[in-house]
Nanobody, 115 residues
Framework: QVQLVESGGGLVQPGGSLKLSCAASGFKFTDYWMYWFRQGPGKEPEFVARVRYGGDRVNYADIAKGRFTASRDNAKMELYLEMTDLKSEDTALYYC????????RGPGTQVTVSS
């Protein structure tokens, strides 16, 4: 069974950090670029980052550049998103996906940035 499950979200103060994880199962992980998306309250989903098959190339949306680091561990079949200097506007449901449209995705993990 193909599955993606995110973890690591929570409540953090502005300026804080979080590391999200996405555990994949049921498919050949190394065949896919893997993606992070987020959807803030009342907003459309937006692309955050993507990681190439071997983890040797990462592309970021402008919202993530300089603050977020995406990576993967193919042996563990996991995808990661390290987020630093978090801002209130980063509050969103973060989810990983196997495709560039975010259609095959996990349920997400909530990140709330608030003092």
């Amino acid at each position: 069974q193909v599955q993606l499950v995110e973890s690591g979200g929570g409540l953090v103060q502005p300026g804080g950090s979080l590391k999200l994880s996405c555990a994949a199962s049921g498919f050949k992980f190394t065949d896919y670029w893997m993606y992070w998306f987020r959807q803030g309250p009342g907003k459309e989903p937006e692309f955050v980052a993507r990681v190439r098959y071997g983890g040797d190339r990462v592309n970021y949306a402008d919202i993530a550049k300089g603050r977020f680091t995406a990576s993967r561990d193919n042996a563990k079949m996991e995808l990661y998103l390290e987020m630093t200097d978090l801002k209130s506007e980063d509050t969103a449901l973060y989810y990983c996906a196997r495709d560039h449209l975010g259609n095959f995705r996990g349920p997400g993990t909530q990140v709330t940035v608030s003092s």
